[in-house]
């Protein structure tokens, strides 16, 4: 066979998977549904397990989070841990915004295992919003509980969005106390401090799939490392106060510290 | 293996492929036409023929693209064009990468497209040992 033809076929065969490569992963948020329930890939997973290094640099940046500081007298437990109790929904865009911070903070302390993409409702402000669900998946951490609860799906069907999980008899008592309006996403951290609603906006992730957010992580200096860093060191600290700064790793940081000290 | 033998397997390797082709991509556009395929473990073919990367520029389907290939193929086996074959099988070849990366990226395996990428590979060393022989 002819080399210089051969040159010419292979430059056309990759041209070929050049274009249906950009046509995958081209405009139009209705593609990244089609994710929905899909295992998070490893190289995305992977950019979630951001280096100190990154996140002390990157401190506070840009979150917008206020967390509230809670006066009970007793620590919530689960498992003989401090537990971490998190209620969203697949179909609400400020969950979807808030779970990546959520999951980088969180992997700081334990391991997640499957995880599966979602994206926020499509007829929802910040439609089809690139995220992940907690329903499934499991969470292992020897300093922490993580208890998930995603209370409906992000499908509309007949005017709503169907149920999905339900909060037991303690969540619900803990939600009405300290979370009266029912906003989600909602964390209480171990009754220590909660967080009601995004710490950054969803408009951050607006045209971006998995991979894309993934990479921006990466640049530091960019709006999405400073507002989902910057969140998952928020999200940190108030961990931090619930296992009384355990482990020193992780807690020990002066930008943690900082943190925890204004927070 | 002899020539004979070997233009029958290709001839027929092609047309299976065309088929198959053909049937994701009716059932693609129809409901009527249901795919057939087990869901088990990796093994997922709705969530790989529903997802992005099943169509192109999110309106071909990707299966109309076996389509052409098999059919210029089979045209280029019965005009006798081998090398021209040859060529059409490795940009075929290449093609694959894209949907190899495709399954990797959905964490899932569609058996049929499977049987395609098996069959591409097939003809593509079919016909470097036809050349071979020829």
């Known amino acids: 066979m002819d080399k210089r033809k051969i040159a010419i076929v292979v430059a056309i065969g990759i041209l070929i998977v050049v274009l249906l490569v950009t046509s995958a992963l081209g405009s139009g948020d209705n593609k990244l549904a089609a994710f929905d329930d899909v295992l998070a890939s490893p190289s995305v997973l992977g950019a979630l397990a951001v280096s100190n290094s990154t996140l002390a640099q990157i401190g506070i940046g840009s979150s917008g989070g206020s967390p509230q500081h809670v006066s009970a ?11 971490i109790l998190y209620v969203g929904a697949e179909y609400c865009p400020y969950c979807a915004a808030e779970r990546w911070p959520v999951i980088i903070a969180l992997m700081r302390f334990g391991t997640f295992s499957n995880l599966h993409y979602m994206t926020s409702s ?17 969470y ?15 499908k509309f069907v007949n005017g709503t969005y169907p149920p999905l999980q339900t909060l037991n008899g303690t969540e619900n008592s803990i939600t009405t106390a300290l979370n009266p309006s029912g906003s989600i996403p909602f964390i209480d951290f171990a009754n220590k401090s909660t967080i009601s609603g995004s710490t950054y906006s969803p408009q951050i992730l607006q045209n971006m799939n998995w991979s894309q957010v993934a990479a921006q992580l990466a640049v530091q200096n960019s709006t999405t490392a ?20 355990t482990p020193a790793s992780v807690c020990s940081a002066s930008y ?7 927070t | ?21 053909i049937y994701l991509t009716i059932s693609h556009y129809t409901e009527a036409v249901p795919v057939y395929c087990p869901t088990v473990g990796v093994v997922d073919c709705g969530t790989v023929l529903s997802s992005p990367f099943a169509t192109i520029f999110g309106i071909i389907p990707s299966s109309a ?7 210029v193929l089979i045209g280029l086996f019965y005009y006798k064009k081998i090398e021209l074959g040859q060529y059409w099988a490795i940009i075929g ?9 495709a399954e990797y990226t959905l964490g899932k395996i569609c058996l049929y497209c499977t049987a395609i990428h098996l069959i591409v590979i097939a003809l593509l060393i079919i016909s470097f040992l036809y050349k071979e022989i020829e």
Request: charged share 10%; glycine share 6%; net charge neutral.
């Open chain 1, 122 to 138: 499509h007829t929802d402000v910040y439609p089809d919003t690139a995220t992940f669900t907690f329903y499934n998946s499991t």
């Open chain 1, 256 to 262: 943690i510290k900082r943190i925890e000290s204004f």
């Open chain 1, 140 to 154: 292992q951490s020897s300093y922490i509980t993580f208890v998930a609860r995603e209370i409906v799906t992000n």
């Open chain 1, 226 to 245: 400073q507002s989902i860093l910057g969140s998952a060191n928020l999200i940190t600290a108030q961990i931090c106060k619930a296992t009384n700064n």
């Open chain 2, 93 to 101: 070849f290449f093609t694959l990468f894209y949907f190899w990366w």
């Open chain 1, 73 to 83: 007298k007793s620590t919530l437990v689960l498992n003989g841990k401090p537990e």
């Open chain 2, 1 to 21: 293996m002899g020539l004979d033998t070997m233009q029958k397997l290709q001839y027929g390797l092609a047309v299976l492929g065309l088929l198959i082709s």
């Open chain 2, 65 to 71: 693209l076996g389509i052409v290939f098999f059919a």
